[in-house]
Nanobody, 111 residues
Framework: VQLVESGGGLVQPGGSLKLSCAAS????????ARWYRQAPGKERELVAS????????WVRDSVKARFSISRDNAKNLVYLELSDLKSEDTAVYYC?????WGQGTQVTVSS
């Protein structure tokens, strides 16, 4: 099982990013997928979740108006789109599926 996140970076407040998680080594379409984030000095928290077929989605209330989750089972990819980013969104964002974690991608929101 391998999960590789990408798409993070440094962005100004109000900016947008699209994170991707590429999955391999298992049948991706059999599993739900989740995005977590961990800010410095804080616990890892669940940000968004999507069912195996993509029909059921959940996004935590604090970011629901700004973040969205999606997946492409044909490409073994799960996405997290971040918009209107705020400094408090600064964190390492992790993909989780099939019982495995990716290495994370850093999102830094700063002017």
């Amino acid at each position: 099982v391998q999960l590789v996140e990408s798409g993070g970076g440094l962005v100004q407040p109000g900016g947008s990013l699209k994170l991707s998680c590429a999955a391999s080594g298992f049948t991706f379409s059999d599993y739900f997928a989740r995005w977590y984030r961990q800010a410095p000095g804080k616990e890892r928290e669940l940000v968004a979740s999507i069912s195996s077929d993509g029909d059921v989605k959940w996004v935590r209330d604090s970011v629901k108006a700004r973040f969205s989750i999606s997946r492409d089972n044909a490409k073994n990819l799960v996405y997290l789109e971040l918009s209107d980013l705020k400094s408090e969104d600064t964190a390492v964002y992790y993909c989780y599926t099939s019982g495995s974690w990716g290495q994370g991608t850093q999102v830094t929101v700063s002017s």
